[in-house]
């Protein structure tokens, strides 16, 4: 069975410009949760998806959006990107039910200059 | 919404010795704590969960405990190995019946096992 997969890997973006992240959940998984990792940080929740629909968004300002598809996979877009939007994005994906195991993706390393 | 605070930033350890990393929710409707393990450069990896009806986990060198009354969990590591170390996450949820919810984590713990 595949795992969460998360294209590109590595991405870099000029300021200014705006960046897309793409996400597949583990087959059945119809939650996907989007966190940025900062160098020496912990993971900052953004996103979270499930069943097409946005649940719950974390403390990041209105140019971080995303969506989920048809087929549960999920999009991260962020726009007008800032130097400090710099970090390794990375994706999770669960089953529904409660209380279940989020799986993370290898996640994409961006890189604005 | 749910706060989870993570202590220490940064343990050493000696090899052999044994590791604790505590965390604190602010939730008291939350009643699932996972617990990842990212080694440098990869992705976290679930090592251990509990669940709120618990009180204490066990698998191998690891555990984990959970006071509901104080809201706090912790991981107990034994008998540290250097392939333990890595940064280390706790989180908690909030799940009602039958649907996901949404992973708060901790800030991590940085564990180095020295020889």
């Known amino acids: 069975e595949a795992g969460v997969t998360q294209s590109p890997t590595h991405l870099i973006k000029t300021r200014g410009q705006q960046a897309t992240l793409r996400c597949s959940p583990i087959?059945?998984?119809?939650?996907v949760y989007w966190y940025q990792q900062a160098l020496g940080l912990g993971l900052q929740f953004l996103l979270w998806y499930d069943e097409g629909e946005e649940r719950n968004r974390g403390n990041f300002p209105p140019r971080f959006s995303g969506r989920q598809f048809p087929n549960y996979s999920s999009e991260l877009n962020v726009n007008a990107l800032e130097l400090e939007d710099s970090a390794l994005y990375l994706c999770?994906?669960?089953?529904?039910?409660?209380?279940?195991?989020?799986?993370f993706g290898q996640g994409t390393r961006l890189t604005v200059v | 919404g749910e706060n989870v605070e993570q202590h220490p930033s940064t343990l050493s350890v000696q090899e052999g010795d044994s590791a604790v990393i505590k965390c604190t929710y602010s939730?008291?409707?939350?009643?699932?704590f996972p617990w990842y393990k990212q080694e440098l450069g990869k992705r976290p990896q679930l090592i251990i969960d509990i669940r709120s009806n618990v009180g204490e986990k066990k698998d191998q060198r690891i555990a984990v405990t959970l006071n509901k009354t104080a809201k706090h969990f912790s991981l107990h590591i034994t008998e540290t190995q250097p392939e333990d170390s890595a940064v280390y996450f706790c989180?908690?949820?909030?799940?009602?019946?039958?649907?996901?919810?949404?992973?708060?984590f901790g800030t991590g713990t940085r564990l180095q096992v020295t020889l």
């Open positions: 087959s059945g998984h119809t939650s």
């Open positions: 999770a994906s669960s089953w529904p039910g409660a209380g279940t195991e989020a799986f």
């Open positions: 989180a908690a949820s909030l799940t009602p019946t039958g649907t996901a919810s949404k992973l708060t």
């Open positions: 939730d008291s409707a939350s009643n699932y």
